[in-house]
């Protein structure tokens, strides 16, 4: 079992829009986090699917990732809705975690692609491999906020 910790929250309000960081988002089974381009239905790479609802990332791999390739990288660069603290992201595919008083549901891992690597930076898809996050599904409808913590069931 671990106990982490929501560093940063981060959404954008279309494709390809800079993501911008807040506080708290309200998570909504079926739809995603309010204000994000997936909850209007716009993101790049919008289905229908609920593992569009919500993605995560673990600080340690981005801090590891510039530690690796010497570059700034911001933790929003991923384009990952929520940065934890201390939560073993991998491990969680197929496993229900609570976010605060959010029940989720980790579906996949949220590897890098091309379009992430042409958004941001040329060493993201090496760099990023297997540790760049974790799609997850929202199973209740509640507030996610910074300093929140993330647990297993």
């Known amino acids: 079992m671990f106990e982490g910790t929501v560093i940063s929250i981060n959404v954008a309000r279309s494709a390809e829009a800079p993501m911008e960081s807040v506080e708290e ?25 609920p593992d569009r609802e919500l993605t995560l990332v673990e600080a340690e791999a981005i801090e590891a990732f510039r530690d690796d390739f010497k570059i700034d990288f911001d933790l929003s660069a991923t384009r990952r809705n929520v940065v934890t603290r201390g939560v073993p992201l991998n ?58 913590t993330i647990r297993e069931i």
């Open 25 to 49: 988002v309200r998570a909504i089974p079926g739809q995603g986090l309010e204000g994000d381009r997936y909850f209007f239905k716009q993101g790049t790479f919008y289905k229908p699917q």
């Open 91 to 148: 491990h969680l595919v197929g496993k229900e975690f609570w976010i605060g008083d959010v029940k989720a549901r980790g579906l996949r891992l949220c590897e890098p692609c091309s379009h992430l690597q042409k958004l941001t930076h040329p060493k993201v898809l090496p760099g990023l491999v297997h540790r760049g996050g974790l799609r997850a599904q929202i199973l209740s409808e509640g507030m996610i906020r910074v300093g929140e």
